[in-house]
């Protein structure tokens, strides 16, 4: 029995946010190991279009910026026609502003 038996992700969709680089390439690196289809988000076309090269054919892009909650609703549509149901969402796009949520402005 191998990993993927177990843990595989084979025909599933999955959509993470700051997928372009860092903690969010890599958290898309494991689920294309793991036979999902990825869609990586991002605000830098050219970071996500090299990210989208290193993870190979299972991986597309699209350019957002997660702080336009009025355009989420179509972002979502988009994603959904270009590539299938989202099966998976990571939430990975932050900040680094250091204050009470409460506090924070979207």
Request: glycine residues 14%.
């Amino acid at each position: 029995m191998s990993i993927n038996d177990i843990f595989g992700l084979e025909g599933q969709h999955a959509v993470v946010t700051g997928g372009g680089s860092g903690l969010g390439l890599a958290i898309a690196t494991c689920f294309v190991e793991a036979g999902a289809k990825v869609t990586i988000v991002g605000t830098n076309a050219t970071k996500l279009a090299s990210a989208c090269e290193t993870l190979g054919p299972s991986a597309t892009s699209h350019v957002f910026d997660v702080t336009d909650t009025a355009g989420a609703t179509g972002f979502a549509s988009d994603v959904a026609k270009k590539s299938g149901r989202v099966s998976i969402l990571v939430n990975n796009a932050g900040n680094t502003v250091k204050k009470p949520l409460g506090e924070m402005s979207v």
